[in-house]
């Protein structure tokens, strides 16, 4: 499990925390290069479906995914409060759409849970974990698989 190879300062995941429908979600914020309101996107074509398209970041083409539909979770309009992370995993930088970003949070290694404890519910290779916050559940996404690097369409 991905979990169990990282390094953690003090036994603890730092993570930005976003909100997909009624869902919290969490990335490391090692991988978070900064977090930005919604702008335009233009579609490319003989792209997959959850590719929303790509973006202008300072000059630079910046690829952005639909985080919802590559989870499977039913779509909503966008509201004031959908941001674009911007993610830097493997060299490969790419903007992700959520709903809302809550906040900044530290999850002791012995909180998190292995994926399997919610496979019923989501796709199990997207997800690396589980915080268990009292009464908060925070599904702790896999990047490398979420956004596919270096792997080929099943």
């Known amino acids: 499990m991905m979990v169990e190879e990282r390094e ?8 930005v925390v976003f909100k997909l429908a009624r869902e919290e979600y969490g990335v490391s914020i090692l991988n ?8 335009e996107i233009t579609r490319v074509p003989y ?6 398209g790509v973006m202008n970041l300072r000059g630079s083409v ?5 985080t919802k539909k590559r989870l499977g979770i039913e779509n909503e309009e966008y ?4 941001r674009i992370i911007i993610l830097k995993v493997d060299e490969v930088s790419i903007g992700m759409i959520v709903d809302a970003v809550s906040e900044v949070i530290a999850i002791p290694q012995d909180k998190i849970e292995p ?3 919610v496979v019923a519910r989501y796709e199990h290779s997207f997800i690396s974990g589980v ?6 559940l925070i599904i702790l996404l896999d990047l490398v698989e ?9």
Do not use: C, H, W
């Open 62 to 66: 910046l690829p952005v995914i639909d």
């Open 47 to 52: 792209t997959p479906e959850f590719i929303k």
């Open 79 to 82: 509201t004031d409060d959908t």
């Open 115 to 117: 994926p399997e404890s």
């Open 8 to 15: 953690y300062s003090n036994n603890e995941e730092q993570l």
């Open 32 to 39: 978070v290069q900064e977090i930005k309101r919604i702008t």
């Open 146 to 154: 979420m956004i596919g690097i270096g792997t080929e369409a099943k």
């Open 131 to 136: 915080g268990n916050l009292e009464n908060r």
